[in-house]
């Protein structure tokens, strides 16, 4: 019979497991980028970071953000995903206005999936003080598909 002896393992001490970065682009974790935006914690400061988090709320399929961010006069009575859409990035082309000192803006972007692209340029509004998603214009060369339009 052998005689086996216990070999003690060094543990190493527990590190908080990481997220992944924010969909929207940006460096941040998702809680604490877009995460906090969709909780109701913050409000987006500008027209951009309004249509980042609008652009992570369509990956996550956040019917309720989108809808509550969407202007009263434009928005849908909801909002149908696509089962089989996969937003894969978004790249922001242009921003007018839209910060603090501004009561509309637009933004135009460059939304990918699997499969294609969706370019619109967006217009935000403030109502009651907060941005809102007001519309776009999608620009049709650029392999938009139907039903991604709602961004």
């Known amino acids: 019979m052998s005689r086996r002896t216990a070999h003690l393992r060094r543990q190493r001490p527990s590190t908080p497991v990481q997220s992944s970065t924010c969909p ?78 501004h009561t509309t803006g637009t933004v135009s972007f460059r939304a990918s999936y699997r499969g294609g692209a969706l370019r619109e340029r967006s217009r935000f509004e403030r109502a009651d003080g907060a941005w809102v998603y007001v519309d776009g214009d999608i620009d049709a060369g650029a392999g938009s598909e139907q039903g991604a339009q709602d961004s």
Do not use: N
């Open 24 to 101: 929207c682009g940006l460096a941040e974790t998702y809680e604490r980028c877009c995460g906090r935006f969709h909780r109701g914690q913050a409000a987006a400061p500008t027209a951009e970071t309004l249509m980042r988090s609008r652009y992570s709320a369509f990956v996550k399929r956040d019917e309720p953000y989108l809808l509550r961010t969407w202007h009263p006069r434009t928005r849908p009575a909801g909002i149908s995903f696509d089962p089989g859409m996969r937003w894969t990035g978004l790249e922001i082309i242009e921003t007018g206005d839209g910060t603090a000192f």
